[in-house]
């Protein structure tokens, strides 16, 4: 039973690291799709920040599920030097995790829209809605 459950483990470790790859090449083939469309078409569909986003949004999910992977395969070899290597590939991909997450709020709480589109407004003052008043 041991065995069995050992070699599911790793079946699974693998099919989550394959996952991740699939995850990463997808965001890649979208990633230059957008990226290559933004630059040779007058139509701007996305900001280039836009495209960063979703790209780095990919990225750090397929970070998250190697690391789960990483543990998964640990937990049926629990060696010391293997487990020295999964801390080691922890602290370095949940650092990496970490700084994309706070760069993507960055650039997320930069290029927010408001829903009401008050820059129309700013530019074109003529443009904003008068509410009628009541009279009595």
């Given at each position: 039973?041991?065995?069995?459950?050992?070699?599911?483990?790793?079946?699974?470790?693998?099919?989550?690291?394959?996952?991740?790859?699939?995850?990463?090449?997808?965001?890649?083939?979208?990633?230059?799709?957008?990226?290559?469309?933004?630059r040779?078409?007058?139509?701007?569909?996305?900001?280039?920040?836009?495209?960063?986003?979703e790209?780095?949004?990919?990225?750090?999910?397929?970070?998250?599920?190697?690391?789960?992977?990483?543990?998964?395969?640990?937990?049926v070899?629990?060696?010391?030097?293997?487990?020295?290597?999964?801390?080691?590939?922890?602290?370095?991909?949940?650092?990496?995790?970490?700084?994309?997450?706070?760069?993507?709020?960055?650039?997320?709480?930069?290029?927010?829209?408001?829903?009401?589109?008050?820059?129309?407004?700013?530019?074109?003052?003529?443009?904003?809605?008068?509410?009628?008043?009541?009279?009595?």
């Amino acid at each position: 039973m041991k065995e069995i459950a050992e070699l599911l483990t790793i079946y699974v470790s693998h099919a989550v690291e394959i996952a991740a790859a699939i995850i990463i090449a997808f965001a890649l083939l979208n990633v230059l799709y957008r990226y290559l469309a933004f630059r040779f078409t007058e139509k701007k569909i996305l900001s280039k920040e836009k495209i960063r986003v979703e790209f780095g949004s990919s990225v750090a999910m397929a970070l998250e599920l190697m690391l789960g992977a990483d543990v998964l395969a640990t937990a049926v070899a629990p060696a010391w030097n293997d487990i020295g290597q999964l801390a080691a590939i922890a602290v370095i991909r949940t650092a990496l995790n970490y700084f994309l997450s706070k760069e993507l709020k960055e650039i997320h709480a930069e290029t927010r829209i408001p829903p009401d589109n008050h820059r129309d407004r700013i530019q074109n003052p003529k443009s904003q809605i008068q509410i009628p008043t009541p009279t009595s």
